[in-house]
């Protein structure tokens, strides 16, 4: 079963830039849909960003022409460019298939924009 795991969550200044990475034990990207997720303390999981296994894009209207979302097949790793951050972009951020599956949750890792 493919695993993932997250990882590049920090502390950040607002404006400042992060690169998350999720990395996959199996060739999962180029077959699946795939997505990064957010979840803020006390609200619900959103989705962010999404690619499909064509590389086609999405990206939820807050983070549109801040963040990119990308894949790099040959290291199995997805990857989510976040730049000009802002407080209310505090998180943990996961990724997942799009839509999810339930048994690709993992650990996650925190975001956190603050001065």
């Known amino acids: 079963q493919v695993q993932l795991v997250e990882s590049g969550g920090g502390l950040v200044q607002p404006g400042g830039s992060l690169r998350l990475s999720c990395a996959a034990s199996g060739s999962i990207f180029s077959i699946y849909a795939m997505g990064w997720y957010r979840q803020a303390p006390g609200k619900q999981r959103e989705l962010v960003a999404s690619?499909?296994?064509?590389?086609?894009?999405n990206y939820a209207d807050s983070v549109k022409g801040r963040f990119t979302i990308s894949r790099d097949g040959a290291k199995n790793t997805m990857y989510l460019q976040m730049n000009s951050l802002k407080p209310e972009d505090t998180a943990v951020y996961y990724c997942n298939r799009n839509p999810p599956v339930y048994y690709h949750w993992g650990q996650g890792t925190q975001v956190t924009v603050s001065s």
């Open positions: 690619i499909t296994g064509g590389g086609s894009t």
